[in-house]
Structures are given as C-alpha cells and as structure tokens.
C-alpha cells in the first residue's frame, strides 16, 4: 500500500534527512529516448531533459560526475524499458525470487511472445547465476541502457546525491548497486508504483514505498517528472513550517 497520507510530509522528510537537500538544480536523466508526452511535460515544466544513449556503466558514472561538480543537488532517472527482460533478471537474481514469479503474467502479451520472455529470464538467472562482482553482471546481462543506469546510481551514491527512480531499469539498478556496493537506499525514492512483480521486489528489497501510484507502467520519465512539483512544494512547506 502506498503512503498516501502526509504526502509531503514525507517527501519534506526525504529532503531533510537526504545527503544534500536542496532542489536549486535538479537533473532529469532518460536513459535511451524521451517519447512526446513525456518532453511536453518537460516543457510544462520548464526543465531541461537530459537524454543519454545506452552504452555502459563509465558512461553514466561519467554523467554523474559532471552533472555534481557543475551544481547538480538531485537526480531523476528513467530508462524506457522494451520488455525488461534484462531488469527482470537482475531483480529476480539478486531478490531470490523464481523466474516466473519476476515476470508474471501479461494478459496484454501474446502466448508466444510471454512465453519467449519466461525463456529469456529463466536462461537469463542460469547466466548470472556465479557472477563474482557488478561488471560481471552487467556484462552477462548485456543490457547498454541497465549498465548505464547502474552507473548513474552507483555514482549518486558516491557523491551524496539523492535520486528519484522511475521504472523497472532504474530499479534494476538500484538493486545491483545495493547488492554489490554500500547504496544507502534512503538517498532513493521511487516515483511511482509499477504493477510488474519485478518492481515490487525491488521496493521490498531496497526498503522502499512508491510515492504515486499512475496507474500506468513507469520508466518513460512522466513519473520522474511529476516528483518534481511536488518535491519542490514540500520544499517549500518545509521552510515555511
């Protein structure tokens, strides 16, 4: 269930409590491309996306670091996710949980085409099953924009920044750098609810509540977004408190 109650509050808390509050310069990161929905309520907005082209971990460490040293104090990080097979594995493999339990049934999928997901998972945990360290990982899953977000994480958490995670890859993300590193997961926040089983382990493994639940599947960047008026409205509650 979802905290509904004392919604900034909440987030007023996040903020407090983060490694460097503050929103004088957030960060919208998409991993991959933004659809028109999604720049249009950028644009609402007036915030600038920043759009990066899956490749791998150096590559988002790399982001990180020039976003932080040029005045960054918050990222938001989305990764348009085709079937996520990749995050799926990555969560099931280092939640402990069976492959079709990750997964789950699609009632909007083709018989075939869930099938071929379930073979890709299941093969997938087979491969990862030994890997000693997060390179190897990343490297087994093989997944360009999973790296690229696990380095953006992973490089939040070394510089202090606070992130808002939206979508399974971002979550997959999370998940690997607790698991291989020291992710203090209170300097993450998950935008909204997905309604993947993958994503639920995620929450309950990092410790974490969805802040708004869409109704919809997160990863395009819309929830990231959304965070954003309302982390600066609890900004502003707070000092006025």
Same mark, same amino acid.
């Given at each position: 269930?979802?905290?509904?109650?004392?919604?900034?509050?909440? $987030?007023?808390?996040?903020?407090?409590?983060?490694? =460097?509050?503050?929103?004088?310069?957030?960060?919208?990161?998409?991993?991959?491309?933004?659809? *028109?929905?999604?720049?249009?309520?950028?644009?609402? &907005?007036?915030?600038?996306?920043?759009?990066?082209?899956?490749?791998?971990?150096?590559? /988002?460490?790399?982001?990180?670091?020039? *976003?932080?040293?040029?005045?960054?104090? $918050?990222? &938001?990080?989305?990764?348009?996710?085709?079937? +996520?097979?990749? #995050?799926?594995?990555?969560?099931?493999?280092? %939640?402990?949980?069976?492959?079709?339990?990750?997964?789950?049934?699609?009632?909007?999928?083709?018989?075939?085409?869930?099938?071929?997901? #379930?073979?890709?998972?299941?093969?997938?945990?087979?491969? !990862?099953?030994?890997?000693?360290?997060?390179? *190897? +990982?990343?490297?087994?899953? /093989?997944?360009?924009?999973?790296?690229?977000?696990? /380095? !953006?994480? #992973?490089?939040?958490?070394?510089?202090?920044?606070?992130?808002?995670?939206?979508?399974? %890859?971002?979550?997959?993300?999370?998940?690997?750098?607790?698991?291989?590193?020291? @992710?203090?997961? @209170?300097?993450?926040?998950?935008?909204?609810?997905?309604? =993947?089983?993958?994503?639920?382990?995620? #929450?309950?493994?990092?410790?974490l509540t969805p802040v708004l639940d869409l109704g919809r599947r997160s /990863?395009?960047?819309?929830?990231?977004?959304?965070?954003?008026?309302?982390?600066?409205?609890?900004?502003?509650?707070?000092?006025?408190?």
């Open positions: 269930m979802l905290e509904q109650r004392g919604l900034l509050e909440r $987030l007023e808390r996040w903020l407090a409590d983060g490694p =460097r509050p503050g929103l004088s310069r957030p960060r919208p990161m998409i991993v991959g491309a933004a659809s *028109e929905p999604v720049t249009a309520v950028a644009d609402l &907005l007036r915030t600038d996306l920043v759009i990066v082209a899956p490749a791998d971990a150096p590559t /988002g460490i790399a982001l990180v670091d020039r *976003e932080v040293d040029s005045g960054c104090d $918050l990222l &938001l990080l989305a990764a348009p996710d085709r079937d +996520a097979v990749s #995050a799926t594995v990555a969560i099931a493999s280092f %939640t402990g949980e069976e492959p079709i339990r990750a997964l789950g049934f699609d009632p909007t999928l083709a018989d075939d085409e869930w099938v071929r997901r #379930a073979v890709a998972v299941r093969d997938g945990l087979r491969r !990862i099953d030994r890997v000693a360290d997060q390179a *190897e +990982a990343l490297t087994t899953l /093989g997944d360009p924009a999973l790296a690229t977000a696990t /380095g !953006i994480v #992973a490089q939040a958490a070394q510089r202090r920044t606070p992130i808002v995670l939206d979508g399974l %890859t971002a979550l997959a993300a999370a998940v690997l750098v607790a698991h291989f590193g020291d @992710q203090d997961p @209170q300097g993450c926040l998950i935008a909204t609810a997905d309604r =993947r089983p993958a994503a639920a382990m995620a #929450a309950r493994v990092l410790g /990863g395009d960047g819309l929830a990231a977004l959304l965070m954003l008026p309302l982390l600066q409205a609890a900004q502003l509650v707070g000092t006025q408190a």
